[in-house]
């Protein structure tokens, strides 16, 4: 059955103007795409964990108009310097390191204003994701040599930004790993889950990187006194909350540096999960729910699954999903790449598949 249409939660911008048009917004009608940012849907997942007796909630930020949470983050930095006048369309050069989702975000932006954005990325970054940025008009920047000794990029695609923000007339850098409109977006992201559920979270699970999630929703979490414990996912090779122990595959979660947004860590708990384990949680998801969600989502389920011992009995625990899986369909989803770095490991989810019931679903009956 066709689920009914349900209406959405209002968008975080519902709605935004063209510099220079003076046309009012129709109610309801965001204009532009910059408008359907936020307001993303939670869904119960009812399957992959259903040994377990607590209930999941996944916020699905895939639904983005860019394909993940970044889109908040690009939108509330680029409209500050929009407002303040520091950004100016036509004049200002937008620079940002980001080896994905926020280099798409923030290409998003700066094709809706009119702003040139050089975006650095490194070796790793997938050419899909590099031809999405061209797509949108951004000029690619591609740093080779690795940081010595570790293999990261991090540093080095940071000193290409400090170059070109210094070459470049009028460049304009967000620094997303230190600046506070970072977090600050997703305040709105964490006030959205709590309004879902009534105010009832538990647990939230978040993965990290530059902390921008994890702090915002922490800052929430304080400002409203709400009970929820925090879980903060990180990957095993990353070094945002201890010594990487390893390398790591994935993009996304994880860092090579503990980033200056988390000098402070805000969470209760900080879980290090294996690419393996986020892969076959990813799997597992795809099976048994149909959602084909991204490296950083799957790692956030896999520790819940390995929490759960700690998670009392009918806990409403709140996982955020940072994007999905159609960006990764050459690696988490390539049987290829997996038996190349994992060897067989299929196992890990041959029996995800639960044939589902209307109670188990949630779908009413025809
Ligand atoms: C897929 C994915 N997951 C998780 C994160 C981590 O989010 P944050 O930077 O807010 O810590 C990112 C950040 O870029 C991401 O792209």
């Not at 690619?140 to 080095?156: F, W």
């Not at 922490?218 to 945002?240: C, K, M, N, Q």
């Not at 955020?320 to 997996?338: E, I, K, M, N, Q």
Request: aromatic residues 6%; contains cysteine.
């Amino acid at each position: 059955m066709i689920p009914q249409a349900r209406t959405r939660p209002p968008a975080v911008h519902p709605g935004t103007t063209v510099p220079g048009d003076g046309r009012p917004a129709l109610p309801g009608v965001p204009s532009g795409v910059l408008g359907t940012i936020g307001g993303t849907p939670l869904v119960e997942l009812r399957k992959v964990l259903a040994h377990l007796p607590i209930r999941v909630f996944a916020k699905l930020e895939r639904f983005n108009p860019g394909g993940s949470i970044k889109d908040r983050t690009a939108f509330t930095m680029l409209t500050a310097g929009l407002r303040t006048g520091e950004l100016v369309p036509g004049r200002s050069v937008v620079v940002e390191s980001s080896s994905g989702n926020l280099g798409v975000g923030l290409a998003q932006m700066c094709a809706y204003y009119g702003l040139r954005f050089i975006c650095v990325v490194d070796a790793r970054t997938t050419e899909q994701n590099i031809a999405v940025l061209r797509a949108y008009g951004a000029e690619v920047e591609v740093v080779t040599a690795a940081d010595a000794p570790d293999g990261e990029y991090l540093q080095a695609r940071l000193r290409r930004v400090r170059d070109l923000v210094r070459r470049v007339p009028h460049a304009y850098w967000p620094n997303q790993y230190a600046n506070p409109l970072n977090p600050a977006a997703h305040e709105q992201t964490m006030g959205e889950i709590a309004d879902a559920l009534d105010g009832r979270v538990d647990y939230l699970f978040a993965a990290t990187s530059t902390g921008g999630t994890l702090r915002g929703c922490s800052a929430y979490i304080r400002a409203h006194g709400l009970p929820t414990t925090v879980v903060a996912v990180d990957a095993e090779g990353s070094a945002i909350f201890g010594p990487p122990a390893g390398g790591r595959l994935l993009p996304g979660h994880g860092a090579s540096m503990r980033p200056p947004l988390l000098e402070q860590n805000p969470a209760h708990h900080v879980l290090r999960v294996s690419d393996l384990e986020a892969v076959a949680a990813c799997r597992r998801l795809a099976a048994a729910e149909g959602l084909l969600a991204g490296g950083s989502s799957g790692a956030v389920l896999a520790a819940v699954a390995r929490h759960a011992d700690r998670i009392p009995p009918g806990a409403h625990c709140a996982l955020v999903f940072p994007d999905g899986g159609d960006r990764y369909l050459d690696t988490v989803f390539s049987d290829r790449w997996v038996a190349e770095h994992f060897g067989d490991v299929s196992h890990l989810w041959k029996d995800a598949a639960v044939p589902g019931t209307d109670e188990t679903t949630g779908a009413r009956p025809r």
